[in-house]
Every structure is written in structure tokens, then in C-alpha cells.
């Protein structure tokens, strides 16, 4: 019959550190982008009257 391990493998920890810190990186990039696209259009309707908003004239 096997035994259980009470105590993970150092290899194992290193694993889940390494997909722990790849989440971590995924979700910095995506905050970054969602907060880099509000400021960017918040300039922008700064700007532009909002009909320009409106008629899809504008870009970022």
C-alpha cells in the first residue's frame, strides 16, 4: 500500500511558485491595459466633443 506525503516536493512548490507568479504577471498586464485604456479615453472625450464620440471619428 502507498504511503501518502505529508510534505511537498520542493519541485512541486517550485512549480506552483512559477504558475503563481504567471497569474500574477497576467493580471498586473491586463489591469495595466484596462486602466491605460480608461485614461486614455477619458483624455481623449477631453478633447473631442462627444458627438465626435458618437460618430466613431475618434481613435486611440
Do not use: H, N
Not at 510534505?7 to 484596462?34: H, N, R, W
Request: proline letters at 2%; aromatic letters at 16%.
Amino acid at each position: 500500500m502507498t504511503r501518502r506525503r505529508f510534505f511537498l516536493d520542493s519541485e512541486a512548490t517550485a512549480t506552483q511558485k512559477f504558475y503563481q507568479i504567471l497569474v500574477i504577471t497576467g493580471v498586473g498586464i491586463t489591469l495595466v491595459g484596462v486602466f491605460t485604456t480608461c485614461y486614455l479615453a477619458i483624455i481623449e472625450s477631453a478633447r473631442a466633443p462627444f458627438e465626435a464620440w458618437i460618430s466613431g471619428k475618434i481613435f486611440f
